[in-house]
């Protein structure tokens, strides 16, 4: 995999590398460090006010069981039609995976530090020929006053004109995020190119790349992420429609994790090789956390402070061949238990890594060549980065084979202090680089979050 130990992403409905919530916090309310909370909201949302309009009323389903005879059949069909009928007359309060809400103004864009969410979208656009900063200015401002609006729970600005479909009125905010950056060749077409971050400077070519130029890189970038799928299916529409006449879709990759409440376990999530992934994350409660992972304010691009840089990969698992290989072959690949994600070391998924310890003939219990022990911090100088991917799964290749893998997301201040000095020790000979393809990707520079009354880049775009 890129980038880092197997072992970084967020745990089912938990921040990435954080613990249960602890004791006394409230269930609908998570926050990361510096990051937008989460709010749990009331009951179940109806925007119109109105009775259910599509479920049969108890009235209508009694005549028609009466005029059908009393056979085993329709008694049947009618008490199933009943029951469901009472259900759905009754509305019960949502969960706190629906309740749950984040929070668009604040120090930093949600996404980030966001508990990882089930559902996901990372979509890139590029402005039209002939758009420029004005029409940027004016689509920003659209999205901004969009996601604001939809990660609350609410209608699309202007539902009453039909700017909303209507796929998500019946469901609560479900931890939506809406997340915006900015790629290089943005600058140059909107005439700021001069307050282009040197953060931007294009990923140095690695030997396993197999990239492709159509689904990489891209002026704009929207990552979007939900608990419930067609919350997610909702922002992702809602932002391609209020795209307009200004940017072309140029990429899409769809994306899910694990659902928050599907293991008794609340442990670091799996990715589609079985491993568990997401142990060795910064920690928001690292006293370096801030430092590693947002750019500080001040400086020429101030316009950044409190923003971060997004390394985006798409990396296919070669499935089939890795899912042949014993158990104790992936664990030595990994340089981890399967089970429960610790160290060969021994101990638990979040004991160090044993890097010096030997077995009886005197090797490394952990291989020299063991992707969780090339990729740890202490072995690339303390270089480190918060990731945040997605797996995916887009069918079968012309071969049969599947073509699934990871959405890598990755988070850090300077990507030459994050991703890149981990990437490049990968490059040189991580064992788990026979079993993976990267096939994209994408660099964006991602500006802090909006206060109260701006959009997100107005201090760029207005500047």
């Not at 921040?15 to 989460?38: I, K, V, Y």
């Not at 925007?47 to 389903?61: H, K, L, Q, W, Y």
């Not at 990660?151 to 209507?166: F, L, V």
């Not at 079993?435 to 979050?449: D, I, K, M, T, Y």
């Amino acid at each position: 995999m890129s980038g880092a130990d197997p072992g970084t992403t967020a745990r089912a409905g938990v921040p990435a590398g954080r613990a249960s919530r602890p004791s006394g916090t409230s269930p609908g309310r998570e926050s990361g460090a510096g990051s937008n909370g989460d709010r749990a909201g009331g009951g179940r949302r109806d925007r119109t006010g109105d009775p259910d309009p599509v479920g049969p009323s108890r009235r209508r389903i009694i005549a028609a069981a009466g005029t059908a005879g009393a056979t085993g059949l329709a008694l049947g069909a009618a008490g199933g039609a009943l029951a469901h009928a009472a259900s759905r007359d009754t509305p019960t309060a949502l969960t706190t995976v629906g309740s749950t809400e984040a929070m668009f103004h604040g120090k930093h864009q949600a996404g980030i530090t966001t508990p990882l969410q089930s559902r996901g979208h990372l979509i890139a656009f590029d402005l039209a020929p002939g758009a420029g900063r004005k029409e940027a200015a004016a689509l920003l401002r659209r999205w901004s006053a969009l996601a604001a609006a939809l990660m609350a729970g609410k209608p699309a600005p202007g539902a009453d004109t039909g700017a909303d479909t209507g796929v998500a009125l019946d469901a609560g905010p479900s931890s939506l995020t809406l997340t915006f950056g900015f790629g290089r060749t943005f600058f140059d077409r909107t005439g700021l190119a001069a307050r282009r971050p040197a953060g931007l400077d294009p990923l140095p070519a690695f030997s396993a790349d197999q990239l492709d130029a159509r689904r990489s890189n891209g002026d704009l970038w929207v990552q979007i992420g939900a608990n419930d799928a067609l919350v997610a299916f909702h922002a992702l529409r809602a932002v391609q429609r209020a795209a307009g006449e200004a940017a072309r879709l140029r990429w899409q990759m769809d994306g899910f994790n694990r659902s928050p409440g599907a293991t008794d376990r609340p442990m670091t999530t799996r990715n589609l090789m079985g491993q568990v992934d997401g142990t060795n994350n910064p920690q928001s409660s690292d006293p370096d956390f801030d430092r590693r992972i947002f750019v500080p304010g001040g400086g020429e691009h101030d316009w950044l402070a409190n923003g971060s840089y997004a390394v985006v990969r798409r990396i296919r698992m070669l499935l089939d061949p890795w899912e042949r290989l014993p158990l104790a072959k992936q664990e030595r690949i990994i340089g981890r238990r399967k089970s429960d994600g610790a160290p060969l070391t021994g101990g638990s998924e979040t004991t160090p890594l044993g890097l010096e310890e030997l077995d009886t003939d005197g090797r490394p219990v952990i291989p020299a060549n063991a992707h969780s022990r090339i990729s740890a911090p202490e072995q690339n100088q303390g270089a480190a980065m918060l990731r945040r991917p997605f797996s995916y799964h887009d069918g079968a290749l012309p071969d049969g084979s599947p073509d699934a893998g990871l959405l890598f997301v990755c988070w850090q201040a300077d990507p030459l202090r994050g991703f890149v000095p981990v990437q490049r020790k990968l490059d040189r000979g991580d064992a788990l680089s026979e079993f993976v393809r990267h096939e994209a990707s994408a660099l964006f520079a991602v500006p802090g979050g909006p206060a109260e009354g701006e959009y997100v880049g107005q201090r760029l775009l207005e500047a």
